[in-house]
């Protein structure tokens, strides 16, 4: 009886265990965590640098500094800031400042004991044409660097006078010195004031030839005292002297320019070195700017307004 027993009681385990085997694939895996999101995106770039102040030459500074480089997948960074303006040189940095540079639009605009004033050397060469004001305020400014770099540093205008604009208006306040250091006058009032016994004399004096010096510190010489000026001895317009507002060269005695002596003197005129008397706008033809004494000189002044 217990042989038996046994028997019955095993048959049904091994049914069981050939069932499993034969009719399933077997259970599938649970599915996986799915992956977390986007990673994250690289830092920004580091932003640029400024741009670099300016240097010994009075440059301005440079452009604005270039863009941060981007981080790994990031976006790139933002741009830095533009340098600041370079200053123009000092007067114990006689190398500093260059023809295109200076502390600012208007260049320096104070009295520091250097040439603010001076008479040209020469003319342009092609008689009362001086490619309007700003061929002859050019003209000024290049003969003034070509006698010190450091006159860059100043804005350079020619004492003339248009239909547009009066001489006196475009020098600033004074006061001026030639080449020398010397004052020859401390204000507009005192420029102005040109007669026998006017205020002008005390620094100014008629006939003083050491006063209107040209841009080297030489005299002009009396037999070229004229100079352009198309001015009155105020300091405004003389209407219809200014050959065609400095644009003319013809010989035509209807088309003439006003001139100022530089010595002050001679001729018998008055004693006015912003209006003595009219010549012709040509340069070699009849009349020109020659027949009265003179090469087609200007006045030059740094526009000063401020001690």
Avoid at 72 to 87: F, R
Avoid at 147 to 168: G, N, Q
Avoid at 214 to 222: A, H, K, L
Wanted: charged share 20%; hydrophobic share 35%.
């Amino acid at each position: 009886m217990k042989l038996r027993f046994a028997l019955v009681f095993s048959l049904p385990i091994l049914a069981i265990s050939c069932s499993d085997d034969s009719d399933d694939d077997g259970f599938a895996g649970s599915a996986g965590t799915a992956g977390t999101g986007a990673g994250t995106a690289g830092a920004a770039g580091t932003a640029g640098t400024g741009g670099s102040s300016g240097g010994t030459a009075g440059a301005g500074g440079s452009a604005a500094g270039s863009a941060g480089s981007a981080g790994a997948s990031g976006s790139a960074g933002t741009s830095g800031a533009a340098g600041a303006a370079g200053s123009g040189g000092g007067e114990d940095e006689p190398d500093a400042g260059g023809a295109d540079s200076g502390s600012g639009a208007d260049g320096d605009a104070l009295d520091d004991g250097t040439m603010t004033f001076f008479v040209t050397s020469d003319g342009l060469g092609d008689g009362g044409n001086l490619g309007g004001l700003d061929g002859a305020d050019a003209f000024c400014t290049e003969l003034a660097v070509a006698a010190s770099p450091d006159f860059a540093r100043r804005t350079w205008h020619a004492y003339l006078s248009t239909t547009e604009e009066d001489a006196r208006d475009r020098i600033g306040t004074g006061p001026w010195r030639n080449q020398a250091g010397v004052i020859i006058a401390n204000d507009l009032t005192q420029l102005h004031d040109q007669g026998d016994d006017g205020a002008l004399n005390d620094t100014w004096p008629i006939a003083d030839l050491t006063i209107a010096l040209d841009e080297q510190g030489n005299q002009v010489p009396n037999n070229v005292h004229d100079v352009l000026t198309g001015t009155q001895a105020d300091g405004t317009l003389d209407p219809d002297l200014t050959c065609e507002d400095w644009t003319s060269n013809v010989a035509d005695d209807a088309i003439q320019v006003r001139v100022g002596h530089s010595n002050r003197d001679g001729g018998g005129q008055p004693a006015s070195w912003s209006t003595t008397h009219a010549v012709g706008c040509s340069q070699d033809g009849d009349p020109n700017i020659t027949q009265g004494g003179g090469r087609g000189s200007l006045y030059c002044f740094a526009v000063i307004t401020g001690d």
